[in-house]
């Protein structure tokens, strides 16, 4: 099976997280997960887990430089070039599908999928209180869904526009939502399959 190189989208709580450990199994992919790797940096205090604490806690983006600085570097590595991988938490900004976009063509890959997970503002909001992470305080998730619709919705439109997009009804079960996700990836990237 070719490598396959997707994105995951929809606003927090959707359960991005969840999905992308099942797909990743699936289709055998790496999980770059951009919150996964900052929390590491500031679980490991790092000069960039330094700077990134604040921001995170607070709700806010970190800025795209280092976002894509991140991405450049992990997209290079051997395992994901062979394997493929799931973005996830990423893009986030124009500038970042923007920077995507030149990475991938630098490293001469391409994007295969765009994956949206749909669910409402309310049940997003429940699922975010109920998991309880250190920046899902009230102020921190309202922030972060306000930047989702103005920043990263947006991105919507750019994964439609390049015949990528794959937007899938997030409420049901996990094993529903998986299912609605896996048959919607085939017919986007089935020649791929
Ligand atoms: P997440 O785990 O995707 O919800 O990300 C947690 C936090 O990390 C976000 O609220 C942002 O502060 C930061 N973050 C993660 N990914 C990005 C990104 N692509 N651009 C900017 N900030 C990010």
């Not at 922030?143 to 049901?172: C, H, I, M, N, S």
């Amino acid at each position: 099976m070719a490598p396959l190189r997707m994105v995951i989208l929809g606003r927090q709580g959707a359960g991005k997280g969840t999905q992308s450990q099942r797909l990743v199994a699936e289709f055998g992919c790496v999980h770059l997960s951009t919150g996964d790797a900052l929390r590491a940096a500031v679980a490991a205090g790092t000069q960039l887990g330094r700077q990134a604490q604040s921001i995170m806690d607070s709700g806010g983006l970190v800025g795209d430089d280092v976002m894509n600085g991140i991405v450049r570097e992990r997209l290079a590595d051997e395992d994901v070039s062979s394997k493929g991988v799931l973005l996830d938490g990423y893009p986030r900004t124009a500038e970042q599908a923007d920077a995507l976009e030149r990475i991938l063509e630098g490293l001469e890959q391409r994007l295969d999928a765009a994956i949206n997970i749909e669910v409402p503002v309310e049940a997003a909001t429940e699922r975010m209180l109920e998991r309880g992470r250190s920046d899902d305080t009230v102020d921190a998730i309202s922030r972060r869904l306000q930047l989702y619709e103005k920043q990263t919705a947006p991105l919507l439109d750019w994964f439609e526009a390049r015949g990528l997009l794959v937007t899938v009804d997030g409420v049901g079960t996990l094993d529903e939502v998986f299912d609605r996700v896996v048959a919607g990836i085939e017919s986007t990237a089935g020649g791929r399959l």
